[in-house]
Antibody, heavy 120, light 107 residues
Framework: EVQLVESGGGLVKPGGSLRLSCAASGFTFSSYSMNWVRQAPGKGLEWVSS????????YYADSVKGRFTISRDNAKNSLYLQMNSLRAEDTAVYYC?????????????WGQGTMVTVSS | DIQLTQSPSFLSASVGDRVTITCRAS??????LAWYQQKPGKAPKLLIY???TLQSGVPSRFSGSGSGTEFTLTISSLQPEDFATYYC?????????FGPGTKVDIK
C-alpha cells in the first residue's frame, strides 16, 4: 500500500525548533518529488516547500524562507522539515505529499498530518 | 506569484444537485491545475489533475474543465459523501498556491 506517515509534531515555544519526518512506503521514494503543505486551524491549505527527487531543486514559501529547511534521505525513504525560529503563525497541521507521477500535475498521495503548536 | 480565487466560497446544495465551482488564476497557467476534496479532520484527496483528468478511483460524477486562467469543477449529481471543502491548486510555477476553498454544505 502506498503510504506517507508524518511524525515529529508537538508543542513548542515561540523561537523554538522542531523537526518533522515523513516516512514513505509502497512506492519508489527516490523517483518522486515531495512536498510539505500546512493548514492552520480552521483555515485553508498553504504550500510550504518542495524538493526534487535527487534534492537538486528546493523551493520554499516566502512565509518560511530562511527559517525552514526541507531535506530527504532516499536510502531511508524519508522526507524531513527542519523548522527553526518558530512563530505562533506556524501553528498548523503539516502534511507531506507526493508529486503526481506525471510531474507538475498534482499532489496525489498525502499523509495524515502532524500537528505543530507554537505557544508559550 | 500566481494567486487563485475560488467562487463561491460557500455553497448550500441538496443531494442530486449539479454543482459548479470556479477557480480563477491571476495569470495564465495552461492546464497546470488540480482539484482536491477535504473532509473535516482528514487529509486532502486528489480529484482532478491537469485541469480535466480524473484521478484513478474518483467517481465519474466529478469533472473538471478550463485552461489558461479560468477553471471549473463540476459535480453532476451531488451525493451525501460529497459534502466537503474543495480546493484548487496551480502547479505552473512556484509557489504552488492553493485557492481559498469552497465549502459545500447540505441545504
Amino acid at each position: 500500500e502506498v503510504q506517507l506517515v508524518e511524525s515529529g509534531g508537538g508543542l513548542v515555544k515561540p523561537g523554538g525548533s522542531l523537526r518533522l519526518s515523513c516516512a514513505a512506503s509502497g512506492f519508489t521514494f527516490s523517483s518522486y518529488s515531495m512536498n510539505w503543505v500546512r493548514q492552520a486551524p480552521g483555515k485553508g491549505l498553504e504550500w510550504v516547500s518542495s524538493i526534487s527527487s535527487s534534492s537538486s531543486y528546493i523551493y520554499y514559501a516566502d512565509s518560511v524562507k530562511g527559517r525552514f529547511t526541507i531535506s530527504r534521505d532516499n536510502a531511508k525513504n524519508s522526507l524531513y522539515l527542519q523548522m527553526n525560529s518558530l512563530r505562533a503563525e506556524d501553528t498548523a497541521v503539516y502534511y507531506c505529499a507526493r508529486d503526481h507521477p506525471y510531474a507538475d500535475r498534482a499532489f496525489d498521495i498525502w499523509g495524515q498530518g502532524t500537528m505543530v503548536t507554537v505557544s508559550s | 506569484d500566481i494567486q487563485l480565487t475560488q467562487s463561491p466560497s460557500f455553497l448550500s446544495a441538496s443531494v442530486g444537485d449539479r454543482v459548479t465551482i470556479t477557480c480563477r488564476a491571476s495569470q495564465g497557467i495552461s492546464s497546470y491545475l488540480a482539484w482536491y476534496q477535504q473532509k473535516p479532520g482528514k487529509a486532502p484527496k486528489l480529484l482532478i489533475y491537469a485541469a480535466s483528468t480524473l484521478q484513478s478511483g474518483v467517481p465519474s460524477r466529478f469533472s473538471g474543465s478550463g485552461s489558461g486562467t479560468e477553471f471549473t469543477l463540476t459535480i453532476s449529481s451531488l451525493q451525501p459523501e460529497d459534502f466537503a471543502t474543495y480546493y484548487c491548486q496551480q502547479l505552473n510555477s512556484y509557489p504552488r498556491a492553493f485557492g481559498p476553498g469552497t465549502k459545500v454544505d447540505i441545504k
